[in-house]
T-cell receptor
Framework: KNEVEQSPQNLTAQEGEFITINCSYS?????LHWLQQHPGGGIVSLFM???GKKKHGRLIATINIQEKHSSLHITASHPRDSAVYIC???????????FGKGTHLIIQP | DAGVIQSPRHEVTEMGQEVTLRCKPI?????LFWYRQTMMRGLELLIY????????DSGMPEDRFSAKMPNASFSTLKIQPSEPRDSAVYFC?????????????FGQGTRLTVV
């Protein structure tokens, strides 16, 4: 079983819809990252969370440490939000990240 | 700063050849990470450096892989000899702090194809 599980794997939605991507992890962590990978391949860090909630523009990320779960929400989705969204956790013992397999999001106009 | 710079962007090589991937981290970042991305396994940490010193190389798949960081502005990942199963996108990332504290900045990746 992967240490980091994301759902759904694939998501297609219409422009304007509210999007939720989920991430569950099975190890103790100090921080969780949400990354965005564009169709061209570049990876951008969206959020780093250790507790609570963060908001940036139309993106909101939440984390529940007790339940080992995080969600990424996109409000008023737009075709330019189409990308792969990757959840990654910092696990004890190593300073690198352990990644989920990603959620492939397509927003149709 | 131009961000994390990787070269080459694409590499096609024949099985058995040596491949060297290069990375220039963001100036002032103390941490440098090498990751590999495949369809089957997603992103995986291979090795990371702190202040030019390799800290954890447990993700390096086998002895054919080696990484160096001779100075704060340059790192290489070498595969010798290369095999078709090494085909993947290799990302370099750097960060000011450990992953527990701050975000990592990724390069554009090197897409390696071993035929």
């Amino acid at each position: 079983k992967n240490e980091v599980e994301q759902s759904p794997q694939n998501l297609t939605a219409q422009e304007g819809e509210f999007i939720t991507i989920n991430c569950s992890y099975s190890v103790g962590i100090s921080a969780l990252h949400w990354l965005q990978q564009h169709p061209g391949g570049g990876i951008v860090s969206l959020f780093m969370l250790s507790s609570g909630k963060k908001k940036h523009g139309r993106l909101i990320a939440t984390i529940n440490i007790q339940e080992k779960h995080s969600s990424l929400h996109i409000t008023a989705s737009h075709p330019r939000d189409s990308a792969v969204y990757i959840c990654a956790v910092f696990r004890g013992g190593a300073d690198g990240l352990t990644f989920g397999k990603g959620t492939h999001l397509i927003i149709q106009p | 700063d131009a961000g994390v710079i990787q070269s080459p962007r694409h590499e096609v090589t024949e099985m058995g050849q040596e491949v060297t991937l290069r990375c220039k981290p963001i100036s002032g970042h103390d941490y440098l990470f090498w990751y590999r991305q495949t369809m089957m396994r997603g992103l995986e940490l291979l090795i990371y450096f702190n202040n030019n010193v390799p800290i954890d190389d447990s993700g390096m798949p086998e002895d054919r892989f080696s990484a160096k960081m001779p100075n704060a502005s340059f790192s290489t990942l070498k595969i010798q000899p290369s095999e078709p199963r090494d085909s993947a996108v290799y990302f370099c990332a750097s960060s000011l702090w450990a992953a527990r504290f701050g975000e990592a900045f990724f390069g554009q990746g090197t897409r390696l194809t071993v035929v």
